[in-house]
């Protein structure tokens, strides 16, 4: 009976969609992440009767479908709010864009969360991430923070300085802020870090002159998981399980009626 793997295909789509809730849910207070939510298509028809004949032709086609699969998960990239901090180096974007990091190995992955710190080395100091990931200035370089600057400043368009002993300004960098064409197909690796992917294109720096974003200092971005829409869409998920698991024990019922019928 077909209604049995339909049924459980369905069965498996809501599975998944719960396991997606969940992972939203339990990011609510993870700085900066963005919710995810999976999509689906069905799957292929059987065609018992196709109707496109020249003659007698029929007004419809006569057509079954074998359940449903998914077809993706995507990241809603839309900012969540922000939250003040006062902490020199806790940063956020306001509006679209990626911070670029790079790991041990040399390869650059991007993020929003901006709860940087400094590792000291000796006199000097460099910006890095919480995992310990070095931050890129708009030359690919560290930023390095000399032992006896103070009152750092990180203005709107990324640009980091401080004062010496003598009290002057000194210029130490201009954190590299990047775009990407399609941030959807951005790869997700945990930690906060996204990856360019083929389907994301590849990176776009973005000038100082050319921003239409703000770098605000002092601020972190939260999670944009609205936790009444996830739970909605929990019980939403829930609920169509239970009816493929209903369809299945209905076609169960009905091969055991057939099963018991006597001559």
Do not use: C
């Amino acid at each position: 009976m077909r209604a049995l793997w339909t049924a459980a295909t369905g069965m498996k789509a809501q599975q998944f969609n719960i396991d997606t809730i969940a992972n939203n849910l339990s990011n609510v207070n993870t700085t900066s992440y963005k919710a995810q939510r999976a999509e689906f298509k069905d799957l292929l028809y059987t065609t018992l009767r196709r109707d496109n004949r020249i003659e007698e032709a029929g007004p419809v086609n006569i057509q079954v479908g074998h359940g449903v699969m998914l077809s993706a998960t995507r990241k809603d990239f839309t900012k969540g709010s922000f939250i003040e901090t006062n902490g020199t180096y806790d940063l956020a974007i306001d509006g679209d864009g990626f911070f670029s990091v790079m790991l041990p190995n040399g390869e650059i992955r991007y993020t929003r969360d901006g709860s940087f710190k400094l590792s000291v080395d000796y006199d000097e100091a460099m910006l890095v991430t919480s995992e310990g990931y070095i931050v890129l200035d708009e030359d690919d370089n560290e930023i390095y923070i000399e032992s006896g600057i103070t009152d750092i400043n990180i203005d709107e368009r990324g640009y980091i300085t401080g004062l010496d002993e003598d009290g002057e300004v000194v210029e130490i960098g201009r954190l590299k802020i990047v775009k990407f064409q399609n941030p959807a197909g951005l790869l997700s690796e945990g930690a906060n870090l996204y990856s360019q992917t083929l389907a994301s294109g590849e990176e776009i720096p973005i000038d100082a002159e050319e921003m239409d974003m703000r770098i605000m200092q002092g601020y972190l971005e939260t999670s944009n998981v609205k936790i009444v829409d996830e739970m909605v869409k929990m019980i939403s998920a829930q609920r169509a399980y239970e009816i493929s698991s209903k369809a299945i024990q209905t076609s169960d019922e009905m091969m055991q009626l057939v099963n018991n019928l006597k001559r």
